[in-house]
């Protein structure tokens, strides 16, 4: 699966939607916290179905 959202993006991601924690936006989005840490460490990419739903979440 591509990758297209790095960990920056999606940093500023949860602080645009107000997730000031990984389990906050977990909870938001269905994943486990350790997925979202991965993703913020850059050892996973964000898949890019997630990306696009992070990104659609921003823009609402």
């Known amino acids: 699966m591509l990758v297209s ?3 920056e993006e999606l ?9 000031t924690t990984q ?5 938001a989005i269905g994943v486990d916290r350790s997925t979202i840490s991965l993703w913020l460490d850059g ?3 964000v898949p890019r179905p997630v ?3 992070l990104r659609l979440m921003r823009a609402l």
């Open 23 to 27: 389990s906050a936006l977990a909870a």
């Open 5 to 7: 959202m790095h960990p």
């Open 11 to 19: 940093r500023e991601t949860m602080e645009a939607l107000g997730c």
């Open 43 to 45: 050892r996973v990419g």
């Open 51 to 53: 990306s696009k739903l």
